[in-house]
């Protein structure tokens, strides 16, 4: 408690320094609240549209379908599978090209067994579907997921290295601020030292007050996050409809890396080996 | 008791500051080290506090070899010893009494109470009427006292001091050496390095000799 009591007193006392320190952190926290949230998302996003792939599978007309559909759900991973019957083939179309005044023979048209697989099961799950004698043709569309897969997980790289960049620049400059105190008061430090400081004792204060000024710059920066996406929601509203804002240990990890960040000033600022001078 | 076996000092890659010393101290020895200037006093004394590291060789305080030490030890290893500097070392943004208890806030023993530890010792020392001043507020001879206090509020068994009287007058100087004899005689290890010949024509007990980084006893 008394430390505690002190370490206030000191961010009082370096005022300025402390702004400084609170708000990169604050900066530093809203920046890596939103790339993360976007990473979050996306990764959500992909999940449930990784549910929606079909494959498509085309039967002899001499087959059965139904049949076919039995042994089609005993594959492993296979989610769900439907018999599409020539009438509904029909009705797809005609509800597809409305305009078009298209008479079909339903006699033309063939069955269809559409199955709903996860995308990572996609080529074992073709395979297996392949090696059924009656099975003439399998389609599966996967080039836009391909394409979304592509794009998001190029957003998320430069999302993840951008913020370790600037996690790694406000570490940087916090060190070098705090390297800057311990510099000036390097006579006194050394002069506690000969009085039988311990390292931890020297470096408490500034662990204490950056734990603190981490706490206090997190939460700032949290705050702004939270009603950014109160604000986008309200603006963008249907659209980021299942825009999440993150779970509880998501941010609670997001406030530890922020008090970590106001503490790591001290890990640069020390340096070793000042002895022989 | 503190020895030093076979040490050498190297700085850099050329100079032997210390050229193989061997030299043992015992329990409320009173050790002049003399020497000129370069001849490596502070080098020997820097070694004894961990200050530096020896190139070669060991230093026994108490039966721990200094150079081996880690941090935390050495820390530790440092409460029982005083150490006075030619400069005085005070901070000079606290007051001398703040200055002298230093070394007790410092331990953060919770049954220790550091101001009345630095009362008892700066009525000894008849400094108890500066108490409220500024170190720059003192003479050079009281801001010595006031570093003298600071170095035996902790009760060492070792005061180490470097060239305390560097910066003072002949009677402050003589008052400096008073208090080492004294401290001597309760019982305390003192090691002084000095020019002062004065002090050293005066002085009674052990003087070794350092020359070019070589003891001379
Ligand atoms: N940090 C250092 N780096 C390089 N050389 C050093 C260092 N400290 C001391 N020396 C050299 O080591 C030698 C011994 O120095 P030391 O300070 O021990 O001498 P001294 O006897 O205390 O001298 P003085 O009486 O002037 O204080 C000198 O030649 C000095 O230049
Ligand atoms: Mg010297």
Redesign the pocket.
């Known amino acids: 408690m008394k430390n505690f009591r002190e370490s206030l007193a000191d961010i009082f006392r370096h005022h300025l320094t402390s702004l400084l320190f609170c708000g990169v952190i604050a900066v530093t926290i809203l920046i890596l609240c939103i790339f993360g949230s976007v990473i979050y998302n996306l990764d959500s996003i992909e999940k449930k549209w990784s549910y929606e792939v079909r494959i498509m599978v085309f039967t002899s007309d001499t087959s059965d379908p139904k049949i076919i559909a039995e042994q089609i759900k005993k594959i492993k991973n296979v989610i769900n599978v439907t018999n599409i019957e020539p009438i509904a083939v029909a009705e797809l179309i005609k509800k597809r090209f409305p305009d078009q005044n298209i008479t079909i023979s339903e006699t033309v048209l063939p069955s269809i067994i559409e199955v709903r697989v996860g995308i990572k099961d996609i080529d074992g799950i073709k395979k297996e579907i392949s090696k059924i004698p009656e099975v003439e043709e399998i389609t599966v569309n996967t080039s836009w997921f391909d394409s979304l897969k592509k794009l998001t997980s190029s957003i998320e790289y430069v999302a993840l290295i951008v913020s370790g960049l600037i996690f790694f620049m406000s570490m940087l400059l916090i060190s070098y601020v705090t390297k800057l105190g311990v510099v000036l008061r390097k006579p006194e430090i050394s002069i506690m030292r000969f009085c039988g400081a311990t390292e931890w004792y020297i470096r408490k204060p500034y662990v204490l007050s950056g734990i603190v000024l981490g706490f206090i710059g997190g939460g700032i920066g949290i705050l702004f996050y939270f009603g950014l996406s109160y604000f986008m929601r309200n603006m963008i509203g249907n659209f980021v409809d299942t825009w999440k804002t993150g779970t509880p240990i998501q941010i609670l990890i997001i406030y530890g890396l922020a008090m970590f960040l106001g503490a790591s000033g001290n890990f640069m600022a020390f340096s070793r080996g000042e002895e ?2 | 008791m503190i020895q030093f076996d076979s040490v050498s ?1 190297v ?2 890659t050329r ?1 032997f ?2 050229n193989s010393v061997n030299l043992k101290v015992s329990r409320s020895d009173f050790l002049l080290v003399t ?10 004394l ?1 070694l004894i506090y961990g200050d ?1 590291k020896p190139t070669h060789g060991s230093i026994l305080v108490s039966g721990q070899a200094v150079e081996e030490l880690s941090a935390r030890k050495l820390a530790y290893l440092r409460r029982q010893l005083g150490i006075v500097f030619q400069d005085f070392k005070l901070l000079w943004n606290r007051t001398v009494l703040d200055n002298v208890a230093l070394p007790i806030v410092i331990w953060d023993n919770k049954e220790a109470d550091p101001n009345y530890m630095a009362e008892k010792i700066m009525k000894e020392f008849d400094l108890w009427k500066y108490k409220d001043l500024y170190p720059y507020q003192l003479s050079g001879g009281e801001q010595q006292k006031v570093s003298i206090c600071r170095a035996l509020i902790g009760d060492p068994w070792v005061l180490i001091a ?2 305390p009287t560097g910066n003072l007058d002949p009677l402050a100087s003589t008052e400096i050496f008073d208090i080492f004899k004294n401290a001597s005689k309760r019982g305390r290890t003192v090691i002084v ?1 000095t ?1 002062n010949e004065r002090s050293i024509s005066m002085h009674s007990g052990r003087v070794v000799r ?1 020359e070019k ?1 070589k003891l001379i006893d």
């Open positions: 022989d001078e | 000092k700085y850099g100079l500051a210390l020497g000129g200037s370069g001849a490596g006093k502070s080098t020997l820097r530096i470097d060239e390095a020019h350092l980084g």
